[in-house]
Every structure is written in structure tokens, then in C-alpha cells.
């Protein structure tokens, strides 16, 4: 249990479905953030949120949209996607921004497949 | 930019084999490095850290040693468990930065 909990554990969606991935950290920690992790591929940052702001979108499409309500709770909301979206998508959280030597806490991950 | 280049895997060894995973980086200041264990089925875990020069990390048998004059934080255990089966992956992060910066992951089996 890492404090982590992200909902559902795995999604299948056509193309033209949306849907949201949700996130929840029971740690107190400030910051969130959402990964992409495709096969034979290093780690992808998609977004951070620190006390509810965004602070970096890094370069993700638009049909990809994080919500983040507060600081206990992210969402990645999902809509007209490509089957190269298909992938593991993680979330985490850290007590403050990660160059403060924090480390992040991951869940276990959505597995999303794109039909 | 920051990168983080680990050894090329898979790694299948032996139970009781010793163990090491190369992770060397590039930053142009002085990060913090990590390494990260992703059990099947799960999310990444930290599983030790070192914030400057010379500091070792370690936990669980595991250890890394941050190495500033050849850039390393190569990864080491005295004796691997079927357990220990996973993939590691070997960050950065720089002071004051909000990202962290990983590689990309070695996946290691041991066999009984």
C-alpha cells in the first residue's frame, strides 16, 4: 500500500469514447503528477500539480486533460484518443516539488487500451 | 539536457548471484539520484536515494553509491532473490527542479 490509489485498474475505450482516470493520495503531500509508461520506452512526465496549480504540461496533447480539485486528487480526463495512447498511465504524488530531494510516491497505475 | 542512461536488459541470473546495474547521467549541476523498483502488476517504489558525492543509498541489500567523478550510480546486491525479480529504474532530479528524469529501466529475472 503506497498511499496511492488509482482507479480504474484497467480501462479499454474505443476512439471515440471519453473517459477519466482518477487518482487519490492519502499522504498530505503537495504535489501530483501523471505519467505515461509505453513498452521499451523510458518514462514520459505528462503533468504536474503543486498545491492545485499546473506547473508543467509537458507538451501532451489536447485530448488529454488533467483536473486537479485539490491537493488530495487528480484526474486525467481522456477523449477522441489514438491507439498509440495505449500504455500504463501512473500517477504520483510528493510531499513538496521533486527537486526538494522529495521522493514521489507512485500508484499501481491504469492499464488503458485504445480499440 | 539532464539524461540518464542505464545497462541494456534483460538481466537473468541466478539465485544467490551477485548483481550489479549500470546507471551513469548527465546533469549540469549536482542532482539528487534514485533508484526505482517496479514489481509486476504495480507502480514504481523508491528504493534508495543519494543526495550528494560519495553518499551510498541502500535498503533492502540493495546499494549505490553516487559516484560525481565518473557520474555514476551503479546499483549492487551481494546475493539476488527470485524476489528481487523486476525492473529497476536508475533518476535524477536537479535542485529546485519539478520534474524527475529517469531511464530506461532494466528488467531483471532470477532464476531459482
Known sequence: ETGVTQTPRHLVMGMTNKKSLKCEQHLGHNAMYWYKQSAKKPLELMFVYNFKEQTENNSVPSRFSPECPNSSHLFLHLHTLQPEDSALYLCASSQDLVGSNQPQHFGDGTRLSIL | ?112
Open chain 2, 1 to 112: 539536457g539532464d539524461s540518464v542512461t542505464q545497462m541494456e536488459g534483460p538481466v537473468t541470473l541466478s539465485e544467490e548471484a551477485f548483481l550489479t546495474i549500470n546507471c551513469t547521467y548527465t546533469a549540469t549541476g549536482y542532482p539528487s539520484l534514485f533508484w526505482y523498483v517496479q514489481y509486476p502488476g504495480e507502480g514504481l517504489q523508491l528504493l534508495l536515494k543519494a543526495t550528494k558525492a560519495d553518499d551510498k543509498g541502500s535498503n533492502k541489500g540493495f546499494e549505490a553509491t553516487y559516484r560525481k567523478e565518473t557520474t555514476s550510480f551503479h546499483l549492487e546486491k551481494g546475493s539476488v532473490q527470485v524476489s528481487d525479480s523486476a525492473v529497476y529504474f536508475c533518476a535524477l532530479s536537479e535542485k529546485g527542479a519539478q520534474k524527475l528524469v529517469f531511464g530506461q529501466g532494466t528488467r531483471l529475472t532470477i532464476n531459482p
